[in-house]
């Protein structure tokens, strides 16, 4: 999957069963999986809330999933297939859903990510996170959590 050819798009209903099944297999992988399809076509049809997929050849290689509320945005969920890592993806989705929030007059992310995914962990820290804490056993009762958070007025070198 090669960068120039990624495009950015909202997702529609269609991709609601795509989004659910990459999120089961990369996201909550060992964990009871909880973004259902409907879950995920919830979101797609909420007002305030952005699912954005990154699609090459008509090819589904990422997404993410961003709620906005009054003050704050909150990265629900990102993912990129295994076939489309390397390329970018992740960071072009994270942009362009910081741009938005901009827009929006939205000036901070929250987000949570699976304690011992440092892959993940690392990038975040790339695109501006901080930690702001550990939230023991978030995830099904199993396991734990960091919780990050981005300060969009803050420049970051990403």
Not at 36 to 65: C, D, N, P
Not at 136 to 143: A, D, F, N
Request: aromatic share 6%; with cysteine.
């Amino acid at each position: 999957m090669a960068q120039h050819t990624v495009s950015l798009q909202l997702a529609n209903r269609s991709d609601a069963h795509s989004i659910a099944k990459m999120s089961a297999a990369l996201i909550e992988s060992g964990l009871p999986p909880t973004w259902t399809e409907a879950r995920v076509m919830w979101h797609i049809k909420h007002k305030e809330s952005i699912v954005l997929v990154a699609r090459s050849a008509q090819q589904l290689g990422g997404f993410a999933i961003m709620q906005f509320g009054d003050d704050t945005a909150h990265l629900n969920l990102l993912a990129v297939s295994k076939h489309a890592r390397r390329h970018r993806i992740a960071t072009q989705l994270l942009t362009w859903l910081h741009e938005t929030a901009m827009v929006a007059g939205t000036f901070v992310v929250n987000l949570e990510l699976r304690a011992q995914n440092i892959e993940a962990r690392n990038f975040y820290r790339s695109m501006g996170y901080r930690e702001a804490g550990l939230l023991r056993r978030y995830y099904s009762g199993i396991e734990d959590a960091i919780r990050m958070s981005r300060d969009l007025t803050v420049k970051t070198c990403a």
